[in-house]
């Protein structure tokens, strides 16, 4: 039955005897217009927030657990100075993680939020001889909003894959970069941005503050605003969403942009965090806001996932990094725990995700 019939054909209303006799009718046959034209049907809304619910304590838990864990093994954990330099990368990773959540969420991913990150350093770098610190932050977040919305017209319009399209971006940006550099660290950052990271309201730097500001505001759109809901179904069943009248295109556009944009602003909370210019310096970001997402309950396959979990997550994997740190580990003895631990947080994860369901 083709849609524009299956829109048009009356709902079939049986007579009496249909119904055994029973003297009453009872209307069945196929649903009308209203129920299948609703931009928003309440049982896709119930579904999602049902999953949003289950899923979303159990990264907070496990980061409830490692602070206790890290307070039992390792006390120098917890001196303010430490705490200081966690929650300067946590603001970092954060942002990058919150963006990688929206790409995430509409079944995609981004692998050039690290090259995005490095090139806003160059452009602050760049102007700083100028004296024109407000100008090159815009231009830091034009060029991650059109990075973004390069993606998304690659992922959604021409159908590339977001692997191919997003390692591409990162190739051309990243090669561009070291021409320019020549793969030589060079450049200062302003002194007048070194306080973003660097000062703050006791050991919380201004830095977090802006994070977390960020985050609220992410958390209300998803979860509050129709803007969210559309993300949700877009990740879960692109053309179910698309039957109910929203743009997957639209959508996945926006998705991509703004983790561009979230990428770039990060890229200058690093750049003041640091203070110096190095053309490679977020290339860990890459795979590590993915990682951060993941370990938050974030689904590779969309629909699944939020802010509260990304957060935790991305805590959670900054304070493996720190501990293994200050523990003086060797270096290659600390990838292996590091390696150990993800995968077993991953795997516990996905045990605890799936006995909730059931």
């Given amino acids: 039955m083709s ?181 030589i660290p060079a450049g200062n950052i302003p002194p007048s941005l070194r306080p973003v990271a660097l000062s703050g309201v006791g050991i919380v730097p201004y830095s977090l503050i802006m994070c977390l500001g960020v985050a609220a505001l992410l958390l209300f759109a998803l979860r509050r605003g129709t803007y969210g809901r559309k993300i949700y179904a877009v990740g879960r069943s692109p053309e179910v969403a698309r039957r109910a009248g929203i743009s997957t295109i639209y959508v996945r556009v926006s998705a991509y942009m703004a983790c561009g944009v979230l990428a770039a602003a990060a890229g200058i909370i690093l750049s003041a965090y640091v203070g110096y210019v190095d053309p490679e310096i977020g290339g860990n970001y890459n795979l590590e806001s993915i990682a951060a997402a993941v370990l938050g309950g974030v689904a590779f396959t969309g629909g699944e996932g939020g802010v509260t979990g990304a957060l935790a997550g991305s805590l959670f994997l900054l304070a493996l990094l720190n501990v293994a740190t200050i523990s003086s580990l060797n270096p290659f003895t600390q990838l292996i725990v590091q390696g150990v631990v993800m995968l077993i947080a991953v795997f516990l994860f996905q045990f605890l995700k799936k006995r909730t369901r059931t």
């Fill in 3 to 183: 849609r524009d019939r299956f829109l048009s054909e009356p709902a079939r209303i049986p007579k009496a005897e249909d119904a055994g006799g029973a003297g009453s009718a009872r209307i069945t046959g196929v649903p009308g217009p209203a129920e299948v034209a609703a931009p928003h049907r309440p049982s896709l809304a119930d579904r999602v927030r049902r999953g949003r619910a289950r899923v979303h304590p159990l990264p907070v838990a496990l980061a409830a657990l490692t602070v206790a864990l890290v307070a039992v093994f390792e006390p120098r954990f917890y001196r303010p100075a430490n705490l200081h330099v966690l929650m300067q990368q946590w603001s970092v990773l954060g942002l990058v993680t919150l963006g990688q959540l929206l790409v995430l969420l509409v079944a995609g991913i981004d692998l050039s939020v690290g090259a995005v990150m490095n090139a806003t350093l160059i452009i602050i770098a760049l102007m700083n001889g100028h004296s024109l610190l407000v100008v090159s932050l815009l231009l830091c977040l034009a060029l991650g909003a059109l990075v973004g919305v390069t993606n998304g017209v690659l992922v959604s319009v021409r159908e590339v894959p977001p692997f191919a399209a997003t390692l591409g971006m990162l190739a051309v940006i990243q090669g561009a970069i070291l021409v320019y550099t020549k793969g």
